[in-house]
């Protein structure tokens, strides 16, 4: 096969991910499709069978999506592709969630991410593997109601996809994210601590704001049309349901082509909002029109209930009570669909082979669960860059702030011009070993994070002020004295240093505001230099 045809391939395939954001199905099925059947090679197979299990699992045909996933994942697996292994198996564990067959879902990502940390591989692959594997868990346990466990998957695949060059996976992230916040307010409300649920449905809105711009940024109507309709959720819940009915109003201008599925959730949403409003007859209208728009069956239960009950608010007791019989009715159709799956499901299963007999054991045994909760509690505290502690660790402590705290705020000098002269991935290495550096420098009561980009920061538990300038300068000292030309000939690495003191607050997360003052008049002063006062 020839350079120019196997480039022709993976860019049909780039096309294939870009199609299936602007919800082009035909055409994506078509390229997918094509590419199968052109393939020439054992990993050109693999990418197009992917490609066509995510065409199959966007177009909501999950019994076909879940038997192309798990084939790409088990021939990826026989010539030991971990990265691709582990998309496939992501995928169909997402797919098997759909489905209904959560456990199924979680032995699957539970193989994908074993694989993973057996292989511990470098490289943007793998981290697209990485973020693509965790996310499937962050979903899965959000659908088993461990939402502890949902956040902190979550939590570590918003920080994978920061690293991604592909955008929409942080918006995805950030919507998921979301969700697990709604999801913790939804169980406050239910404990009687309102204070609380205002609180988890606050952060719900945050995140699915930034997640809303972000869709809209990359042009991608799927997952605004998502991310809007959790926020109009939300809105409503905490007594903003008119700027609710805004924003689903805007949405219709803005998308008048948008899928039927896509109308029938925002019309759905629509009715509830207006419910709220005590405007019921026209809740009616749009729960009807959101029905009649309805492509999956198990959608149509959920709108048929909301429609009866906006007709008994009406005092269509009648219509009220036709719409409840059909909702019944639906009701039980799919859940006879839902057991004819799960029975497919079953039976495609039955030749899982010994990766998925090690999930099985794995995900029932408790101690080797328990291990990996620890260990996820620890990777949800890390930097994954660096492997130094990362900013969500820090805002806990100075938050917390349980015994008197100094800190020390620190920024690589010139960095952009280190990656504009010799790369972004020399700037990576910088980071590393400035990370390593610092490791090596620090002490037992001192701990060295990553806040991001090029700013770290070390937190020194002492009383004694005078230790957090011996540390400064320390670090300061020791960046300058490393011989960086043993990462890039002609690279030089220095920092400035900010400090702040336990005496200079009254709360812990005020040094923060102090040491970056300090660590500006460190850079206006020259760099490569510690700043104590001012």
């Given amino acids: 096969m020839t350079e120019r045809a196997e480039q022709g391939r993976a860019n ?112 943007q692959g793998s981290l697209l593997a990485r973020q693509a594997v965790t ?84 042009g991608d109507v799927d997952h605004e049309t998502s991310a809007l309709l959790n926020l109009a959720e939300s809105l409503t819940l905490v007594g903003e349901a008119e700027r609710a009915l805004e924003l689903l109003q805007d949405w219709a201008r803005r998308h008048p082509d948008a899928l039927a599925r896509q109308w029938a959730h925002q019309r759905d949403s629509l009715g509830i909002v207006l419910l709220a409003l005590q405007r019921p007859a026209e809740a009616v209208d749009a729960f009807e029109q959101a029905r009649s728009q309805c492509e999956s069956p198990a959608y149509r239960v959920v709108v048929t209930e909301h429609l009866s009950a906006a007709l008994e608010r009406c005092e269509r007791w009648q219509e009220a009570l036709a719409s409840y019989k059909d909702f019944h009715a639906l009701q039980a159709r799919v859940s006879t669909e839902r057991a004819q799956r799960h029975a497919r499901v079953a039976a495609a ?19 080797r669960l328990r291990r990996r909760a620890d260990d996820l509690a620890r990777q949800a ?87 957090i300038a011996h540390v400064a300068e320390r670090l300061r000292a020791a960046v300058e004295r490393f011989d960086w030309t043993s990462v890039r000939a002609g690279l030089q690495v220095t920092v400035s240093v900010g400090v702040a003191r336990p005496s200079e607050v009254a709360v812990g997360t005020e040094l923060l505001v102090v040491a970056d003052r300090r660590l500006y008049a460190a850079k206006r002063a020259g760099r490569n230099r510690v700043v104590l006062e001012g």
């Fill in 12 to 123: 049909a395939l780039d096309e294939v991910r870009d199609l299936l954001q602007r919800m082009d199905m035909p055409r994506a099925f078509e390229l997918a499709r094509a590419a199968r059947q052109a393939a020439g090679t054992t990993e050109q197979e693999i990418a197009a069978c992917f490609w066509l299990a995510r065409c199959h699992y966007v177009a909501a045909e999950i019994d076909i999506a879940i038997a192309l996933a798990a084939e790409a994942g088990h021939a990826a697996a026989a010539v030991q592709d971990v990265e691709w292994q582990a998309r496939a198996h992501a995928l169909e564990a997402r797919c098997l969630e759909m489905a209904g067959e959560t456990e199924a879902a979680l032995d699957v990502a539970l193989v994908a991410w074993n694989a993973l940390e057996r292989a511990c591989m470098p490289g």
């Fill in 135 to 218: 996310m499937a868990l962050a979903v899965i346990q959000l659908r088993l109601g461990d939402l502890a466990s949902a956040m902190t998957w979550c939590e570590r695949g918003a920080d994978l996809a920061g690293y991604l060059p592909e955008e929409g996976a942080l918006g995805a992230a950030i919507d998921t994210r979301a969700c697990i916040h709604a999801a913790l307010a939804s169980r406050a409300r239910e404990a009687g601590d309102p204070v609380e649920a205002e609180r988890c449905e606050r952060l719900a809105i945050a995140d699915s704001l930034r997640a809303v711009d972000l869709a809209r940024g990359l």
């Fill in 349 to 367: 299963r039955l030749d899982i082979g010994r990766e998925r007999a090690k999930a099985r054991q794995l995900a029932s045994s408790n101690r």
């Fill in 381 to 467: 505290q890390e930097d994954g860059l660096t492997g130094l502690a990362n900013r969500r660790q820090v805002d806990t402590l100075l938050q917390a702030w349980p015994r008197p705290m100094s800190l020390a705020l620190i920024d690589v000098d010139h960095f952009k011009q280190v990656n504009d002269r010799f790369s972004h991935g020399v700037g990576d290495e910088v980071l590393r070993q400035l990370a390593s550096i610092m490791r090596a420098n620090c002490r037992q009561r001192e701990l060295a994070a990553r806040l991001g980009g090029e700013e770290f920061v070390v937190i020194v538990e002492s009383a004694d002020e005078a230790d």
